[in-house]
Nanobody, 127 residues
Framework: EVQLVESGGGLVQAGGSLRLSCAAS????????IGWFRQVPGKEREGVSY????????IYADSVKGRFTISSDNAVNTIYLQMNSLKPMDTAVYYC????????????????????WGQGTQVTVSA
């Protein structure tokens, strides 16, 4: 059974940093891509970042480019999202997700491309 567990969220002032973690069981990141998404109540889930280690590919939404970095540690089967220079607009529940199969790069930040989701972790950035 595939399970994803996010952690690392919290309250931070604008300009601060947080590192989110996504721990996986039931599959390995060597064989699968992972996406990070975020959602604010009343809005659609938004793709933030994506990593595919096999292809050596990382993708970022324009809104986080230059501020967020996605990485992986296969030794502990965990994906990280380092978030720097945080802004109040980054406030959301952050989710990691995994697909059952391959995803083309153009669909990497679309929630419908993913089959497995974690429970989410809240990130709140104060002004």
């Amino acid at each position: 059974e595939v399970q994803l567990v996010e952690s690392g969220g919290g309250l931070v002032q604008a300009g601060g940093s947080l590192r989110l973690s996504c721990a996986a069981s039931g599959f390995t990141f060597d064989d699968n891509a992972i996406g990070w998404f975020r959602q604010v109540p009343g809005k659609e889930r938004e793709g933030v970042s994506y990593i595919d280690r096999r292809a050596g590919t990382t993708i970022y939404a324009d809104s986080v480019k230059g501020r967020f970095t996605i990485s992986s540690d296969n030794a502990v089967n965990t994906i990280y999202l380092q978030m720097n220079s945080l802004k109040p607009m980054d406030t959301a529940v952050y989710y990691c997700a995994a697909p059952e199969g391959l995803i083309r790069a153009g669909a990497a930040l679309r929630p419908e491309s993913y089959d497995y989701w974690g429970q989410g972790t809240q990130v709140t950035v104060s002004a």
